[in-house]
């Protein structure tokens, strides 16, 4: 079973910038969707970033023109960069892939913007 690790949580200052990485423990074909989603403490996780095939890319209105998503085809990853973050962004963030053997989510990393 293929697994998804995330990488690069932690914590930074309002305004910081962080960015997550996700690879997969083996090679996953024909991907038709990568994707970050997170959840933060009494909330229901929510979609932040999608990446589709063609490079399409979709991202949450409250993240819009400070997140941005890409993909690593050959490494089977996909990153989030985060830039001018608030408070409000804190949260587990987990990755997500969509392929024609099934669906694949990551165990989290937790990110914490606070001052």
């Known amino acids: 079973q293929v697994q998804l690790v995330e990488s690069g949580g932690g914590l930074v200052q309002p305004g910081g910038s962080l960015r997550l990485s996700c690879a997969a423990s083996r090679s996953i074909l024909s991907i038709n969707t990568r994707a970050w989603y997170r959840q933060a403490p009494g909330k229901e996780r929510e979609l932040v970033a999608s990446i589709i095939t063609g490079s399409t890319t979709n991202y949450a209105d409250s993240v819009k023109g400070r997140f941005t998503i890409s993909r690593e085809n050959a490494e089977n990853m996909v990153y989030l960069q985060m830039n001018s973050l608030k408070p409000e962004d804190t949260a587990i963030y987990y990755c997500?892939?969509?392929?024609?053997?099934?669906?694949?989510w990551g165990q989290g990393t937790q990110v914490t913007v606070s001052s």
């Open positions: 997500y892939f969509l392929a024609w053997s099934g669906a694949f």
